[in-house]
C-alpha cells in the first residue's frame, strides 16, 4: 500500500470555480501534513501545512484534516488560470525512524481554463 | 534570504560515469534532504542530514551517496550512473527538521544520462 495516495487527476476547472484536491494516507500516527504546488519545469514551493483535526485557511486556500479517515485536502476558492499546476501531497509519518522524511503523493495537475 | 542554491542545473552524463551535485541551504538552515523526482515514480526521499550526519537513508542503491559539511551545505554523489538515473535531482533545507518545519526546496538539478 503506497504511503500517501491523491486523486490522480488531471482535474479541469473554470476560471473563479472551487478546486478540490485529496489526499489519503496510510501511518495513521502521522504527524504532520503539506501541500505543494509545482509548476511545469519548476522545483515544489509550500503553500499550506496543517498539523491538527479541523480546516486551516490561507487566501483563497483551505486546508482540511481528518486524522480519523486519514484524509487531507485542499480546496481552491476562486481559481486562477495561475493555479495550474501539479499539487503534491506529502505526509511526515511519525517521528523517530523516520525522521527528516517526507513521503510525497503522485500529484494532482490542475489547469483552470478562463 | 537567499533560498536554496543547487549546482549545476543541468547535467548531461553517460552510462558508468559518476556525478556530483551540490546543495547549498538557505542559511541557518541545518538539515538537508534530498529527493529524485521522475514522471514514472514522482519524488522519492534519497537522504536527509542534519549537522553532518546522515539520519534517514531512502530505498536506493549503495551508488547513491551523500555528505554534509560543517557550513551545512551538502554534496550527492552517484557512480556507476544508469539511464535510469536521469531525473530531477532536488534538495530542500529546513530549520532543525523535527517533522513540522517547512522544507524549502531548491531549483534542482535535472540529470541526463545517455
Known amino acids: 500500500q503506497k504511503e500517501v495516495e491523491q486523486n490522480s487527476g488531471p482535474l479541469s476547472v473554470p476560471e473563479g470555480a472551487i478546486a478540490s484536491l485529496n489526499c489519503t494516507y496510510s501511518?495513521?500516527?502521522?504527524?504532520?501534513f503539506f501541500w505543494y504546488r509545482q509548476y511545469s519545469g519548476k522545483s515544489p514551493e509550500l503553500i499550506m501545512s496543517?498539523?491538527?483535526?479541523g480546516d486551516k485557511e490561507d487566501g483563497r486556500f483551505t486546508a482540511q484534516l481528518n486524522k480519523a479517515s486519514q484524509y487531507v485536502s485542499l480546496l481552491i476558492r476562486d481559481s486562477q488560470p495561475s493555479d495550474s499546476a501539479t499539487y503534491l501531497c506529502?505526509?511526515?509519518?511519525?517521528?523517530?525512524?523516520?525522521?527528516?522524511?517526507?513521503?510525497f503523493g503522485r500529484g494532482t495537475q490542475l489547469t483552470v481554463w478562463p | 534570504k537567499a533560498g536554496v542554491t543547487q549546482t549545476p542545473r543541468y547535467l548531461i552524463k553517460t552510462r558508468g560515469q559518476q556525478v556530483t551535485l551540490s546543495c547549498s541551504p538557505i542559511?541557518?538552515?541545518?538539515?538537508v534532504s534530498w529527493y529524485q523526482q521522475t514522471p514514472g515514480q514522482g519524488l522519492q526521499f534519497l537522504f536527509e542530514?542534519?549537522?553532518?550526519?546522515?539520519?534517514n537513508k531512502g530505498n536506493f542503491p549503495g551508488r547513491f551517496s551523500g555528505r554534509q559539511f560543517s557550513n551545512s551545505r551538502s554534496e550527492m554523489n552517484v557512480s556507476t550512473l544508469e539511464l535510469g538515473d536521469s531525473a530531477l535531482y532536488l534538495c530542500?533545507?529546513?530549520?532543525?527538521?523535527?517533522?513540522?518545519?517547512?522544507?524549502?526546496f531548491g531549483p534542482g538539478t535535472r540529470l541526463l544520462v545517455l
Open positions: 530542500a533545507s529546513s530549520l532543525a527538521w523535527t517533522g513540522s518545519e517547512t522544507q524549502y
Open positions: 501511518d495513521r500516527v502521522s504527524q504532520s
Open positions: 496543517i498539523y491538527s483535526n
Open positions: 506529502a505526509v511526515n509519518p511519525r517521528r523517530g525512524s523516520t525522521l527528516g522524511r517526507l513521503y
Open positions: 542559511s541557518g538552515h541545518r538539515s
Open positions: 542530514y542534519f549537522s553532518e550526519t546522515q539520519r
